[in-house]
């Protein structure tokens, strides 16, 4: 057996011994090493070889080689020959009722390209009937650089890992693009523009729940940097059956006169759908509702802009709406709720940091609603309008400021249970819940400064004084046990100079401020009784008195001495203070 040997493909092994090449270049231990290694360099060298660039001209010939001097004359022939690896390049020119088929998928490495060689190749469907290009289901698909125009549809039935990008695709009778089917995972949309749709513009869709699908979601599917106008039968974008990981990125909408987001209704359900940093543009269409889904589970709306509806603008209902968040949006001139959820399934939603400027909100200032059992937080609401209709139905929602800002809110309607504002060690914050009918809350003032105490809460915080202009600023402040060490932080109008602090009209301490403004004071007292609490900028010195601790031995025989001392202004005074003392000598 050990003189043994067997070749195959230029590769010699002596049987029982240590595998080498026979051209020297290696050696390797191992016969499974061996096989994995060759199997390795064929899959590459398979890979390279299929590898062909097709092109097609409106004036080819579908009987030539399809290369650059002599390409094929249709795209739904190229769609035809191409395998994985392969790019088929269009030349400038337009292809007139032209339906392109897929015949093949590629792979994570070789997918199959459609894309143009120069100018804007378009396809023009002419009758608004079947799809410009049928993905047919294939997978490892891109497109770019394409006008489609006329179709049906202008790209269907896409298959997973398709890839569409910087397109036109216009005027259909039907869908613009359907971006996702029943099983789709990794398709992407993006730096297209999209307009005139028969239809929904961008159909996303996943297996629908049972008993109306097997249920498996569609997942990961992005729309991003697209710009979407003029849909005047259905939605901009359209979400249908269950999805998981949709990403809708940087897009713009405008002239959507039948609505931009819209999922569909139970028992299909959304999970990671996340939209952010998207304009919404309403000035001819304020009528929409921009943002419209059901059962949107660990969802979230964020970094937007929206202008000029007279509709509510974002809404989340369903019977299962868990942990949805809308944070640091913008509301300008949306004269409804800004944002609203309905339902008792729609519990522990959030919306932190959202804008909202002096024209946008229901009833004059309520800018966010929880109704019909819905339950929410409203963190550091911003903008000029911050207030919160409660509606009926055991409905309930919290205030909160994480910073332990110091504001003022009033309660109206017919809450059946609220908590005042309260300052805890995390947080500022207070509550209302609905009963049998609604409620509100309404931000009324937020100051720059804060309150945050060791334990338990501070209560009945009201702010007396808050003179800018002056750096002035008194608040009485209560706590709900004696011992209760706080920490006070307040913003001044100026650097570099002192504050004194009193409590109780008792100066207790003085304070340099810093090159932020910004003032850090703890108190270590009891609070056996509210106290006031009074943050004063010090202009110049304040009068003083001067002890002498040895005598004096005055040898002229002057009535009045005139001793007069003078110091350095700090930075903030620009005069010199003087003390003048009268000493009287006999």
């Given at each position: 057996m050990m003189g043994n040997t067997t070749s195959q493909l230029g590769f010699t092994r002596n049987i029982g011994q240590q595998a080498s090449f026979t051209g020297g270049i290696a050696s390797i231990g191992g016969d499974r090493i061996r096989r994995l290694f060759l199997l390795m360099?064929?899959?590459?060298?398979?890979?390279?070889?299929?590898?062909?660039?097709?092109?097609?001209?409106?004036?080819?010939?579908?009987?030539?080689?399809?290369?650059?001097?002599?390409?094929?004359?249709?795209?739904?022939?190229?769609?035809?020959?191409?395998?994985?690896?392969?790019?088929?390049?269009?030349?400038?020119?337009?292809?007139?009722?032209?339906?392109?088929?897929?015949?093949?998928?590629?792979?994570?490495?070789?997918?199959?390209?459609?894309?143009?060689?120069?100018?804007?190749?378009?396809?023009e469907g002419v009758d608004k009937t079947g799809a410009g290009i049928n993905i047919n289901f294939r997978d490892y698909i891109e497109i770019s650089h394409l006008t489609i125009c006329r179709y049906g549809h202008t790209i269907d039935e896409p298959g997973s890992y398709i890839h569409v990008s910087d397109c036109d695709l216009s005027d259909t009778d039907g869908v613009v693009i359907v971006i996702s089917e029943s099983n789709s995972t990794h398709n992407t949309i993006e730096n297209c523009t999209l307009y005139d749709s028969g239809w929904n513009t961008i159909q996303v869709c996943g297996n629908r729940e049972p008993p109306n699908g097997n249920g498996i979601p569609a997942t990961y599917i992005t729309v991003r940097n697209c710009t979407i106008y003029r849909n005047a039968v259905h939605g901009a974008i359209d979400f249908f059956g269950n999805l998981d990981h949709v990403e809708i990125d940087g897009c713009t909408f405008y002239s959507n006169w039948h609505g931009i987001l819209y999922s569909h209704d139970?028992?299909?359900?959304?999970?990671?759908?996340?939209?952010?940093?998207?304009?919404?543009?309403?000035?001819?269409?304020?009528?929409?509702?921009?943002?419209?889904?059901?059962?949107?589970t660990n969802s979230s709306v964020y970094n937007n802009s929206f202008h000029d509806y007279t509709s509510e603008v974002v809404i989340l209902s369903g019977t299962i709406s868990s942990n949805f968040t809308a944070n640091h949006n913008e509301f300008y001139n949306c004269s409804d709720y800004c944002i609203r959820v309905d339902g008792n399934g729609c519990d522990g939603a959030v919306f932190d940091g959202?804008?909202?400027?002096?024209?946008?909100?229901?009833?004059?200032?309520?800018?966010?609603?929880?109704?019909?059992?819905?339950?929410?937080?409203?963190?550091?609401?911003?903008?000029?309008?911050?207030?919160?209709?409660?509606?009926?139905?055991?409905?309930?929602?919290?205030?909160?400021?994480?910073?332990?800002?110091?504001?003022?809110?009033?309660?109206?309607?017919?809450?059946?249970?609220?908590?005042?504002?309260?300052?805890?060690?995390?947080?500022?914050?207070?509550?209302?819940?609905?009963?049998?009918?609604?409620g509100n809350i309404v931000v009324t003032?937020?100051?720059?400064?804060?309150?945050?105490?060791?334990?338990?809460?501070?209560?009945?915080?009201?702010?007396?004084?808050?003179?800018e202009a002056s750096d002035t600023y008194t608040l009485n402040v209560n706590s709900s046990q004696s011992n209760n060490p706080t920490w006070m932080n307040i913003t001044m109008q100026n650097e570099y100079s002192s504050c004194e602090i009193y409590k109780d009209d008792i100066l207790v301490d003085t304070k340099t401020i810093g090159t932020d403004k910004t003032l850090t004071w703890n108190y270590s007292g009891e609070f056996s009784a509210p106290h006031d609490f009074k943050f004063e900028r010090r202009y110049g010195l304040r009068s003083s008195y001067i002890n002498l601790t040895h005598p004096i031995i005055m040898t002229s025989s002057a009535i009045e001495n005139n001793l007069t001392f003078s110091r350095t202004p700090d930075r903030n005074d620009n005069e010199i203070t003087s003390f003048k003392i009268m000493v009287k000598t006999t």
């Open positions: 360099v064929l899959l590459a060298f398979v890979g390279a070889a299929s590898a062909t660039d097709y092109y097609v001209a409106t004036w080819g010939d579908n009987s030539s080689s399809g290369n650059f001097t002599h390409p094929w004359q249709n795209v739904s022939y190229a769609t035809q020959q191409a395998v994985a690896g392969d790019t088929i390049y269009l030349f400038d020119g337009t292809w007139y009722d032209e339906h392109a088929v897929f015949a093949n998928s590629g792979n994570a490495t070789h997918p199959i390209t459609l894309t143009a060689h120069n100018g804007t190749p378009t396809m139970d028992p299909d359900f959304m999970n990671h759908i996340m939209v952010h940093d998207c304009g919404f543009y309403g000035n001819d269409s304020p009528s929409v509702i921009p943002i419209n889904f059901n059962r949107a959202n804008y909202a400027d002096d024209t946008s909100g229901n009833y004059g200032d309520k800018v966010y609603c929880f109704a019909y059992g819905a339950d929410g937080i409203v963190k550091t609401p911003l903008g000029t309008h911050r207030g919160i209709i409660i509606g009926s139905g055991n409905s309930s929602a919290r205030v909160e400021f994480p910073d332990n800002s110091v504001f003022t809110a009033t309660f109206g309607g017919s809450l059946e249970s609220s908590t005042p504002i309260r300052y805890y060690p995390t947080n500022s914050s207070c509550y209302g819940k609905s009963g049998a009918s609604s003032n937020q100051y720059n400064i804060t309150l945050r105490p060791t334990y338990a809460y501070l209560k009945d915080v009201a702010v007396n004084t808050w003179d």
